[in-house]
């Protein structure tokens, strides 16, 4: 088959899918009698990484496969786009969230226990509607608590491939103070894979459904765009009693739960 066609095909599928697409869905779009020569598939792949080094445009590995996006360099303009409003999440959100991707699987307890205060239930419903986190599996001990893990679609927004590829906490520049505050440990080696895996990482093996990745195409945002933090001090959540913390809470108790989509294609 001609190479040249092969990556025209593989061009046009990444362009017009709505999300990622790995090299087995794309050997799919080619019948048996005309099935792709091993190897052509990612040499088109390369070649189309190589042709895009002066466009807008990027194609990228993710957790969910191959896709096209626009380049940081550019996204200040092509975002104008784009008439939503940037969503902002609390503080608690986003310690919540980092907690979960650094130390997974990991219980609300632990997480109450790390930042010294309770969870708010409003965090953990919005980030699991963003299908940033999921339940992985329960904690074997009384009252089987969930553990909680980031999914395929959570790595898919922010353009990574694995949890290998997190950035050490002192890049996190949008929660300065979150290092000394929360004492990570990098995740253990096998630790990533399993989180991520299809069958859960939890204690007894239990584990939820994967859930299905954001769409992100060449007209959608550089997919590594933190999301914007706001320094409220967990407004809203139960252990704060202090008056100042309940008029920050007028504007961000529902981070997450009015969560607008990543810009899309």
Not at 95 to 113: C, D, V
Not at 161 to 181: C, F, G, M, V, Y
Request: proline share 8%; net charge negative; with cysteine.
């Amino acid at each position: 088959m001609d190479p040249t066609l092969i990556r025209q095909i593989v061009e046009a599928a990444l362009l017009a899918s709505p999300q990622p697409l790995t090299l087995a869905q794309l050997a799919e779009l080619f019948p048996e009698e005309e099935a792709a020569p091993p190897g052509s598939l990612q040499q088109a792949l390369d070649e189309l990484r190589e042709a895009c080094a002066d466009r807008g445009v990027e194609l990228v590995e993710v957790a969910s496969g191959f896709r096209f996006q626009v380049k940081t360099s550019v996204h200040a303009w092509v975002a104008r786009l784009w008439t939503e409003r940037q969503t902002r999440y609390t503080r608690a959100t986003l310690e919540t969230l980092a907690l979960i991707a650094y130390r997974q699987p990991i219980t609300r307890g632990e997480i109450e226990q790390i930042r010294g205060v309770a969870v708010s239930s409003n965090i953990i419903k919005a980030l699991e509607e963003r299908e940033w986190i999921r339940v992985v599996g329960h904690r074997d001990v009384p009252g089987r608590p969930a553990l909680f893990g980031t999914t395929k679609t959570f790595l898919d927004y922010f353009g990574l491939r694995s949890l290998d590829e997190l950035p050490p906490l002192a890049e996190l520049k949008e929660i300065p103070e979150l290092e000394p505050e929360l004492p990570f440990e990098r995740i253990p080696p096998g630790v990533a894979s399993a989180a991520m895996g299809e069958d859960g990482g939890g204690d007894n093996g239990e584990a939820g459904g994967e859930t299905a990745p954001v769409a992100t195409g060449v007209h959608g945002g550089t997919g590594a765009q933190a999301p914007v933090a706001h320094d409220d001090h967990d407004a809203g959540e139960p252990g704060h009693g202090e008056a100042g913390d309940q008029a920050a809470s007028d504007i961000h108790e529902e981070a997450g739960e009015n969560a607008e989509p990543e810009q899309t294609r």
